[in-house]
């Protein structure tokens, strides 16, 4: 398959960035984040190398869950601009080679929706059936909470309309009814307004979630036997309207599990979905320094079709969730990454940053960084990554990684001209704070994270095995050592990477080679690695090294 071929399918190999347009830059000087802002920073991004950008919720809110608790599913916030400022941002990304995809948030809305207005207004509105509700005391649900900080039970009791209505997350945020035809079909219809605006797809929130039909009774079960089915026609929605358009999941669940979310052998439902396993067990190999973790989740993550694909993350949004590791497993994390109980989140995730857990050592944080980049699949970055951004634990929960965007040494971190006081959030201080972490320095700085981030996105652009190929382990003796491999079409891409201090030797055999072939480094600039008659060869690594290391023949022309 040549990528000539693939044009429907740009996702393979594309470079996600997700930003908080309240987060990012404000143009205004009025302390939020704007559209307008994200748009003159569109050419940093495209000189990084994003091909993607994924806009957390930005639609009016309660603002009491980040924007994730929406008032207007067909609205922007005033505060970051009008609807014309966010065509004119989507229009500009495209001028720079970038798609825009957004958060898609439909398990719940605010309380404050019209919908719940209506729906708690009495029980004849025609918008009751658009949440779940129940007359008798439901059972104790406490372990059923998202978020046991801050609830003791998935539903709550409304005076006003003297019953309980369900809630999966905090109890302003009251569960739409997915069995409702009514409430798919206005789903639809979000779905297309924003597609109409021009972009490329959607993040799904909370996808199992979604698709959840507990507390609701027999007679409404009926409307909506088939679930999958549902996913499977929204997927086809989005390919009619586009044809090319994606869903991203969130599904944080085992593997054996996401497989049914990706549909059946011709991957018909999400698109992408986020490789929680595979990110959980890479902090838990980075922890032990023993590669084994990570090879055993990555061997078992189910192979994806030509229309389906992994996304891969060191970092995202949300908690750090380590919620898929044993007891004994998460707290080895927690002792290596968070040991303060006020870094750690719910008793199952932390609240840090990257850069932080791995104490600031650049050698650690780049062959993390190398990892993921090379991992067969599609990187998402959260915005502030590519500079080492630390967090701010003063902030409230997960919010703590949220903070406004390092652009300079400037007061706000050249974020914004306003009073500190009016930011959204303070902005991170010590030694991960803008004074000595930001974009203007780090461009004009050849050695820095930003140049290697940049590096490592251009050479993933460069090798489309990493996005079509599978994941294939190589046997060599160190178990702190990772060395796999990605072979697809005439390209083939070996990797190694060493989470230990320690330097060594990894000696590798590679089926189907012999001395008429070697190993061309991509990242680093050092004499090619020699092959023998038996495909034998011996890769150096630095303490925490990595290599990225193409096959070619003697007649190959090295990438300048």
């Given at each position: 398959m040549r990528i000539s071929e693939t044009s429907d399918v740009w996702w393979k190999t594309a470079v996600i960035y997700c930003l908080d347009v309240e987060t990012f830059m404000d143009w205004n000087d009025d302390g939020v984040g704007d559209f307008q802002g994200a748009a003159e920073r569109l050419d940093y991004l495209a000189e990084l190398g994003v091909t993607c950008l994924w806009l957390?919720?930005?639609y009016p809110t309660a603002d009491r869950d980040d924007g994730y608790d929406i008032t207007d599913y067909y609205g922007?916030?005033?505060r970051f601009g009008t609807a014309g400022d966010f065509v004119e941002l989507v229009h500009t990304a495209r001028d720079r080679g970038m798609r825009v995809i957004v958060d898609l948030v439909v398990n719940h809305t605010s309380d404050r929706h019209p919908w719940f207005k209506a729906s708690r207004s009495s029980t004849t509105s025609p918008y009751r059936d658009f949440y779940v509700w129940r007359d008798d005391e439901p059972p104790d649900t406490t372990k059923e909470v998202v978020f046991p900080d801050q609830e003791t039970s998935i539903w709550e009791y409304d005076e006003k309309s003297a019953q309980w209505y369900l809630h999966r997350f905090y109890r302003c945020q009251p569960d739409l009814n997915i069995t409702n035809p009514q409430v798919r079909d206005e789903i639809v219809k979000v779905l297309g307004y924003w597609l109409e605006l021009g972009i490329s797809g959607f993040r799904v929130d909370a996808v199992p979630f979604m698709l959840q039909t507990d507390g609701v009774d027999a007679a409404e079960l009926e409307r909506f036997p088939d679930p999958h089915e549902y996913l499977r026609s929204l997927r086809s929605f989005v390919g009619r309207r586009t044809g090319d358009g994606i869903l991203l999941g969130e599904v944080n669940l085992p593997h054996k599990d996401q497989k049914t979310f990706f549909g059946g052998r011709d991957g018909d439902e999400?698109?992408?979905q986020f490789d929680f396993i595979g990110m959980q067990n890479t902090y838990l190999a980075l922890a032990r320094q023993d590669a084994r973790p990570l090879v055993r989740a990555l061997q078992k993550r189910p192979a994806t079709s030509r229309q389906s694909q992994w996304a891969t993350f060191l970092r995202n949004h949300d908690e750090l969730t380590l919620d898929k590791l044993s007891d004994a497993e998460r707290q080895e994390v927690f002792a290596a990454f968070g040991p303060d109980p006020a870094m750690q989140l719910y008793g199952r995730g932390l609240r840090r940053r990257l850069p932080t857990m791995l104490e600031g050592d650049p050698r650690r944080i780049r062959m993390a960084y190398s990892l993921m980049f090379s991992l067969p699949g599609t990187p998402v970055l959260f915005?502030?990554?590519e500079?080492?951004?630390?967090?701010?634990?003063?902030?409230?929960?997960r919010l703590a990684v949220r903070t406004p965007m390092q652009w300079s040494d400037q007061p706000n971190g050249g974020f914004s001209g306003a009073r500190s006081s009016r930011l959204p959030r303070p902005m991170v201080d010590g030694a991960f704070g803008p004074e000595h972490v930001n974009v203007a320095q780090q461009r004009t700085d050849p050695s820095s994270l930003l140049e290697f981030i940049a590096l490592l996105i251009r050479r993933y652009r460069e090798s489309p095995e990493l996005g079509w190929a599978d994941f294939k382990v190589l046997d060599q003796p160190h178990r702190h050592v990772l060395a796999h491999e990605s072979?697809?079409?005439d390209r083939r891409i070996v990797a190694v990477h060493n989470l230990s201090p320690e330097s060594c030797i990894v000696p590798l055999h590679l089926e189907g080679c012999d001395r008429s072939a070697?190993?061309?480094d991509l990242?680093?600039?050092?004499?090619?690695?020699s092959i023998d008659d038996a495909g034998r060869c011996e890769v150096a690594l630095d303490g925490y090294g990595y290599r990225w290391l193409r096959l070619g023949s003697h007649t190959s022309k090295r990438l300048a």
């Amino acid at each position: 398959m040549r990528i000539s071929e693939t044009s429907d399918v740009w996702w393979k190999t594309a470079v996600i960035y997700c930003l908080d347009v309240e987060t990012f830059m404000d143009w205004n000087d009025d302390g939020v984040g704007d559209f307008q802002g994200a748009a003159e920073r569109l050419d940093y991004l495209a000189e990084l190398g994003v091909t993607c950008l994924w806009l957390m919720p930005f639609y009016p809110t309660a603002d009491r869950d980040d924007g994730y608790d929406i008032t207007d599913y067909y609205g922007v916030d005033p505060r970051f601009g009008t609807a014309g400022d966010f065509v004119e941002l989507v229009h500009t990304a495209r001028d720079r080679g970038m798609r825009v995809i957004v958060d898609l948030v439909v398990n719940h809305t605010s309380d404050r929706h019209p919908w719940f207005k209506a729906s708690r207004s009495s029980t004849t509105s025609p918008y009751r059936d658009f949440y779940v509700w129940r007359d008798d005391e439901p059972p104790d649900t406490t372990k059923e909470v998202v978020f046991p900080d801050q609830e003791t039970s998935i539903w709550e009791y409304d005076e006003k309309s003297a019953q309980w209505y369900l809630h999966r997350f905090y109890r302003c945020q009251p569960d739409l009814n997915i069995t409702n035809p009514q409430v798919r079909d206005e789903i639809v219809k979000v779905l297309g307004y924003w597609l109409e605006l021009g972009i490329s797809g959607f993040r799904v929130d909370a996808v199992p979630f979604m698709l959840q039909t507990d507390g609701v009774d027999a007679a409404e079960l009926e409307r909506f036997p088939d679930p999958h089915e549902y996913l499977r026609s929204l997927r086809s929605f989005v390919g009619r309207r586009t044809g090319d358009g994606i869903l991203l999941g969130e599904v944080n669940l085992p593997h054996k599990d996401q497989k049914t979310f990706f549909g059946g052998r011709d991957g018909d439902e999400l698109t992408m979905q986020f490789d929680f396993i595979g990110m959980q067990n890479t902090y838990l190999a980075l922890a032990r320094q023993d590669a084994r973790p990570l090879v055993r989740a990555l061997q078992k993550r189910p192979a994806t079709s030509r229309q389906s694909q992994w996304a891969t993350f060191l970092r995202n949004h949300d908690e750090l969730t380590l919620d898929k590791l044993s007891d004994a497993e998460r707290q080895e994390v927690f002792a290596a990454f968070g040991p303060d109980p006020a870094m750690q989140l719910y008793g199952r995730g932390l609240r840090r940053r990257l850069p932080t857990m791995l104490e600031g050592d650049p050698r650690r944080i780049r062959m993390a960084y190398s990892l993921m980049f090379s991992l067969p699949g599609t990187p998402v970055l959260f915005y502030g990554e590519e500079i080492g951004m630390g967090e701010n634990l003063d902030v409230e929960g997960r919010l703590a990684v949220r903070t406004p965007m390092q652009w300079s040494d400037q007061p706000n971190g050249g974020f914004s001209g306003a009073r500190s006081s009016r930011l959204p959030r303070p902005m991170v201080d010590g030694a991960f704070g803008p004074e000595h972490v930001n974009v203007a320095q780090q461009r004009t700085d050849p050695s820095s994270l930003l140049e290697f981030i940049a590096l490592l996105i251009r050479r993933y652009r460069e090798s489309p095995e990493l996005g079509w190929a599978d994941f294939k382990v190589l046997d060599q003796p160190h178990r702190h050592v990772l060395a796999h491999e990605s072979a697809w079409d005439d390209r083939r891409i070996v990797a190694v990477h060493n989470l230990s201090p320690e330097s060594c030797i990894v000696p590798l055999h590679l089926e189907g080679c012999d001395r008429s072939a070697h190993l061309i480094d991509l990242l680093q600039s050092t004499q090619d690695t020699s092959i023998d008659d038996a495909g034998r060869c011996e890769v150096a690594l630095d303490g925490y090294g990595y290599r990225w290391l193409r096959l070619g023949s003697h007649t190959s022309k090295r990438l300048a």
